[in-house]
């Protein structure tokens, strides 16, 4: 192992008879598997329904640096409140929600009404993984806001 560890690269290459076998060491950081566990309950959310609730659900999103999105989790709506208490996720990776730099805004929690024949936007924010773990710790929410339309 310390000759892999100490080659160039961290790829040893070993002469067979006949060929060759490459060795490769790599380093793999606890991080990559530890796992979380997320739950997410909303206060005084907008009324949006006709008898003065909302009947909400989200999608928590992984934003990619090419500018797209990849769905993670997407909640089932809870009927009849303006104050959900949605069920915990299940295990999700750590690595999966966050780059490199645990600061870079890299999750967006889009909550939405569900109706009938559609969903109507209730609004989201986009934070860091730090972010989300620090808002618990400290007891801080997060405010939806209504993205912005295209030429505003």
């Given at each position: 192992l310390a000759h892999v560890v100490g080659s160039r690269g961290g790829t040893l290459k070993l002469d067979l008879r006949p060929g060759h076998i490459y060795v490769t060491a790599k380093e793999e950081s606890q991080?990559?598997?530890?796992?979380?566990?997320?739950?997410?309950?909303?206060?005084?959310?907008?009324?949006?329904?006709?008898?003065?609730?909302?009947?909400?659900?989200?999608?928590?999103?992984?934003?990619?640096?090419?500018g797209t999105t990849k769905l993670i989790f997407e909640s089932k709506p809870i009927s009849n409140t303006l104050n959900p208490d949605w069920p915990a996720l299940s295990r999700q990776r750590v690595a999966d929600l966050m780059t490199a730099d645990p600061h870079e805004k890299t999750l967006r929690f889009h909550c939405f009404d569900k109706d009938m024949f559609s969903s109507d936007d209730m609004g989201r924010f986009e934070c860091s993984f730090t972010e989300l773990i620090d808002a618990q710790r400290n007891g801080t929410c997060f405010t939806l806001a209504k993205p912005e339309k295209p030429g505003k």
């Open positions: 991080a990559g598997r530890d796992t979380v566990v997320l739950k997410f309950r909303g206060k005084d959310m907008k009324k949006m329904d006709f008898f003065g609730t909302s009947d909400p659900y989200f999608k928590l999103e992984r934003l990619l640096p090419n």
